[in-house]
């Protein structure tokens, strides 16, 4: 996680800069200090790229003055948990995302990445997102024909490269919800499928709450008149906000799939109650039967013929064995057995 | 499936490609090599309808050339798994369909449909859609007067074509639900009928989310100012949007039956259960009374009257029996048995 | 049903025309045959009015010719099994309307009526809806003032007629839930009650679906600026727009209602499943403690000095009662039988 | 009910005329007859209020010629059951009300109040609605300040009456629902609970559909630019519409804890009966262990040395009853019993 | 709760008068009597801002007179039991907002703020509402730049105060859900659980009816083109904007999870009413087989060979013994005990 030290050697090792570089013309140019940056913005029109992973505030601060950011924006960004938005102020966007990434336990865990965008700067920063960015930076450096567009790109390249990690995990929940309708519909059901289900429905509700409002940020991405967003990049922002729709969709239906899977739950746990109701019936009968034959012949009448019979014992043994049997085999038929 | 080679012998004979002809007056003119495609569109007025069938990457890059296709759009007909939606792009347009049909084992398959539109050409891409185009070629060619009206037509058509097969789909998923609501109504109620009711409810949603969007894609070509849908064609976008109306509208009748059905399937259980419930205890009571009366007759009195009578045994059998006799009568008039 | 084939003497009694009559000034001209409408347009500045019941095809055919139709529009008055709606050609108007009405077991069947209304033409077509629209002709010709207002007047009448006609259905539907109620809440209560709920549920979706497109469609022609409508006649349309408000919130009405009922059974069932297993249990009890009785005296130890008691066994036998007796008070009491 | 006939001596005592009088700079001048009622218009500036209840068609038809209202106006308010509503005509505005009241059972009954507000005239039709306006007439002669705006004013009063009756109803409806919670929570739960909550249903869909039309009516108000609702009369308006929005939200939450109330009364239905069916359980082991026991003493084995022990028979019946108390216990600590 | 008398020592010490103070440049002047603040606003350009606590009528119909409030305004302040609401007057605004604590048993209790808003003045009035303004006004008065803004950023600053406060309690909802998942979800399920799940529903219905009509009351004031709201302050509303949204939909994700909870409770009692029915059955079975055999050898037959053997007592408790224990074995294994 994070690029090695080595590749941005001129900025000073600080706790929570990955990345600080300025391009010109779609190539990188040089890594720079941060505390250089607004002079490097005077003095050239470059644009610098700069990536932050949890930065401490001193850092941000830095930030904000060599940019000129809104004390608002940057104290969301400082205490992170807020939710996906885009906010326009004077000269600079700030976008709040939401990563997610499966947990060891296939639990959903979700961090954020804001990012600011002007004129000729992007920041990005990251809270709890596990996926580093270089590879993307990295990916961006190979276009050089689109970098040239500039930070407006880089705000696409992003955005591109977190909605498409929500797609493997949309596909992780469907495989999830498929194992439940198994064990909904198989004869594995038990008490934890209850508790799956609740947890896949939780997981189905975060995501659905990272995923929702992204596709609303590109669409007002793709109608805005700033400069900040070039406008051959705006067809990008369609194309972001049409992969949002159909994770958002995907999610949709797994949700009332899900609430499906779990009325058609509840009707099993009845419909198996009711079978077991009446497999005890049954049982209960097969015993019940010989239980009053005994009895009858465990009075103590004086007259009681069959008593005084040789094999009186042994015809109502095999009389309570058919018994039994014919009643096995009747509740078998009818399927209470 | 596919239309004969030898209707399309001039073109080489690549996978994938299932015809290319150029069209004039509403008049096939010839079948071309995609190859020749740009320049036969600057030679001549003609215009022309590629029909491809899961193509290889290098043909959709060839066409791409050719028409002068947008990136993000040839990339979308590569991946497939796209939702339903129309995309405007300088010079031509977009749209993605979702076909349907239903496999042996009577649950639903979904295909899709990409197709391009420009000003004078029409590339359709189907993928896992089995159903060929070529009847609707011919019937498009047998009415050179509609034909003439250009590429938005033969969107029109192929639009029909699709929405068209909805309604046999659903139809039959209509009697699917008849079937589920002869098995909860009547004496057949099982565990699968639980599991028919998911699995419809499955391709409802499934096949909900094919149609919905139709009618909004409708609805847009019915406004677009562009050239490429003539005046003339657009009451006949509004025909496709009303049968697109008309199938969502017939799914969501069937989800809303559907939901019922499921709630009363579940009172039903209920019900069920409480009848074997009443039948338990009512077999339970005609056996617990002649053992009860056994018991007594079994104890070890010294003073017992009736166990000195003559016929004591053959009395208290008879009194047992007209228990036993005057219980089930009860039982089965109060509708326990 | 019908108009008597005398009243339209001079048109020719093909089968599916049930009259064509010219009206100048809000009152009846003359019945003429159908060829001879375009031209009795040309010649005078009558309209004409025409009703048609499940025609042939040909007299479509025909009546396309004489008023310079839409094919589509044709096509769905020869199809019927259309979604009620507005849908406004070049010069005419089609209105599609789904009639109801209660068939013998008490289920409602669905009809439709197409109406094509045009400057100086009303054509109706009517497919499967069982009442005539002769009285409502006959009540139109007895208010020439309003009739003189034109096709859009003749429109409203229709629109009107068939709306009011979904009062005493709704009407109908409400005494269907309120025996339901008196059954769920009653002691009635039985599997057929489900059975019921899910086909009051089916009735309503299905009103529903026929009813709720009119407000649109009457909203609509309230704010018309075509010439078809005269606009002394909007009021009028805001007036079946009220009506089918009316019906529309009714209908929604029974349905939540309709809803909680289902909710409702279900506890029900589920209280009295509850009750009849206390009952169970209770009856279990008393055949229980005297059997135990027995069976201990029916023990063989040698030292049972009860066993040698004078009137031990009625003692018992007495004892046996009384722990019945009070058990079965008990539980009358605590509301268990 | 109703003003005393003494204070509107010179309108002949018609049944269903319960005042009517002209105002002229907010201060009553005289009761007129109704047939004055458009010379007075005539030849003064004075404003006519009139208060009707339940009245005749012909007083309705003479009150239609005075004051020229619309036909379809005039036959909603002969035959009520209207839904809430604001209609514009030219020249006057038709509002409908409902009201509602608590019967002496405690469920709801629905009136309907229907006004009809001109430039300088007000009729208020009462149907079926009990509470008398004369109150509201007196208080709005109390402040001649006020009712010198017009007949606005006497709308917003009338309107702020109605909406002020349905707060003390939405108190009573909550009480209900806490009485119910007591039973649903508290062990007072029975059958008549789901009835009740059933009912508690029906009052509340139907004072929604009697409230909700409310809010949008007065925010038309609020915006007419019609000289009849004078602009300093709108605040009062946006005050009416806050009350309507109240009650309407509270009905929404009563609707919406009902909803979770009836759902926690299913759980607690199957709760309890699972308690039931553990102490079933419980008992039917208390008492078959005994019987178990004295089962194997009555066994005729010659060789059964504890038959032949002088206190056998006590020994059993301590064991017996040691069996069933350790039982007993086991099962009190464990919940069951 | 409240000030220290002392600090406001100019103002008449009545009942509900907090502070009273007057602010020039973003600074405290001095502390003022009520009545003379219409002077101070007509001789200085100071801004005054009020603060009240459950103020006696005579006190806001002082206030009224000073700032020249609307009456409709003012009664509700009076009355109390608004809903959540902006409104604006000539020259001034009216702001209520609910407040939410949580009680000592763990309940929500909600109180309201009213605020006026001048061009030049700020009344708060709480009602209910524990938490005192006073450290809000000191933390404003440490911030004289934004203080200079006047009585915008008053609204802003209390708006904030009270969004800010939603936040733990929601976070304490949150956990009251954990624990019911966990009582759900583990052993712990009782009757209670259902109890505690209404209560929180109940709560959430509270704060949300609290809560979600905040961000638009935001909203609006972020669009607001009155001199009231300065256009510097726009920004800060929006980040209240945000926070209530967060919290809204912090509520929404926690009903949606309790609706599911909810859902579990009822599958998993069922569940556990399954397996004690399972129970019952093996118990049941286990104690029936002994009977039997116990039955079987009370038989009164002459010929019973087993009965005389030297040990066929013992050979029949082990047989009973052997029985009893792989029946219990077996269900063991089953999974039913």
């Not at 060599?66 to 885009?86: M, T, Y």
């Not at 996926?131 to 050089?144: D, G, N, Y």
């Not at 024909?145 to 955005?159: C, D, N, R, S, T």
């Not at 999830?176 to 429905?201: H, N, P």
Request: aromatic letters at 10%; charged letters at 25%; a negative charge.
């Amino acid at each position: 996680m994070g690029e090695p030290a080595a590749s941005s050697s001129e900025v000073a090792p600080k706790h929570g800069v990955i990345a600080c570089a300025s391009y010109a013309n779609g190539r990188r140019v040089s890594d720079i200090p941060l505390v250089d940056c607004s002079e490097k913005l005077a003095e050239t029109s470059d644009f610098i790229w700069i990536g932050l992973y949890e930065p401490p505030e001193d850092i941000l601060r830095l930030i904000q003055k060599e940019f000129n950011l809104h004390d608002l924006a940057v104290e969301d960004a400082l205490s992170a948990h807020q939710r996906p938005k885009l906010e326009q102020y004077e000269g600079s966007l700030f976008v709040v995302l939401r990563t997610a990434h499966v947990e060891a336990d296939g639990h959903l865990e979700f961090g954020e990445t804001h990012v600011f965008v002007g004129d000729r700067f992007v920041v990005s920063v990251r809270h709890g997102s596990i996926k580093s960015h270089s590879p993307l930076r990295a990916k961006c450096e190979a276009q050089p024909e689109q970098l040239k567009k500039g930070p407006g790109f880089v705000l696409y390249a992003l955005m591109d490269f977190i909605v498409d990690q929500y797609m493997p995990i949309v596909d992780e929940l469907e495989e999830r919800l498929e194992k439940l309708e198994e064990e909904v519909f198989g004869d594995e059901r038990s008490k934890m499928t209850t508790s799956r289900i609740y947890s896949l429905k939780r997981d189905l509700v975060g995501l659905k709450r990272a995923v929702s409002p992204v596709a609303d940020i590109c669409n007002r991405l793709m109608r805005f008149d700033s400069g900040i967003v070039h406008e051959d990049t705006r067809p990008y922002f369609r194309d972001v906000y049409d992969h949002a729709l159909r994770v958002n969709e995907h999610i949709d239906t797994l949700r009332e799939l899900l609430g499906a899977a779990l009325e058609a739950n509840l009707s099993l746990i009845s419909v198996s109650q009711n079978d077991d109701t009446k497999r005890l019936a049954a049982w209960a009968a097969i015993v019940a039967v010989p239980t009053l034959i005994a009895g009858v012949y465990g009075m103590n009448f004086e007259a009681m013929p069959e008593l005084h019979w040789a094999y009186g014992y042994y015809v109502i043994l095999v009389l309570m064995f058919f018994a039994c049997g014919s009643l096995f085999i009747g509740f078998k038929r009818s399927g209470w057995l």
